[in-house]
């Protein structure tokens, strides 16, 4: 099992992390499966839209949804996670299958048990390399979920690329 995750710590720096990830192993002729987040910074707000695109080449999908100025709770527009979450599912099964499954974040809905987490097991199952992103406040959750098998990387694009060029080799060797 290859399965990895980042923790960075600015704000949007896993989501930009793991876009150049995604930049760098396309480049390189890797096959990828998964979303990475893009974040738009609204000119009336404090907060950003939140925009994730299925890889490889796939549907970008709004996945924030605007709850009002005074809203309090947590923005993700679930639907549209979960139309993104069906879109990458459906990708694990193309012909030539992805060797490289990338996750934008283990979050909340994961913890919980929906969004990607059923994703990330399948990919797994099927021997793909894991890359995903992890907040703070979902580490354990994510650990938990990992069975203490995910080993935590650099965050840095170089670094991160290597590991998975290495693990897809392995992956490849095995099987």
Known sequence: MHLSYVMTQERGA??????????RLEADGLRLAGI?????????????????RVLPAGETIRISQSLGPEARGCRLN????????GQVSAGLAEDPAPQVLL?????K???????????IGEA???GLVVVSGVNRMNVEAFKAFSEGLA?????????????V??????????G
């Open 78 to 85: 679930p639907e549209a996670l979960e139309r993104a979450v």
């Open 36 to 52: 990475v987040q893009t974040n738009t910074e609204c000119y009336d707000s404090e907060l950003c839209d939140m925009d994730v």
């Open 109 to 119: 809905h994961e913890a919980d048990g929906r969004g990607m987490r059923p994703v």
């Open 14 to 23: 896993t989501d930009k992390l793991l876009s150049a990830l995604a930049e």
């Open 165 to 174: 060029h290495s693990a897809v080799a392995e992956a490849a060797e095995a």
């Open 124 to 126: 797994l199952a099927r």
């Open 151 to 163: 080993q935590e990387a650099e965050p840095d694009v170089e670094a991160l690329a290597k590991w």
């Open 103 to 107: 996750v934008n974040k283990f979050g």
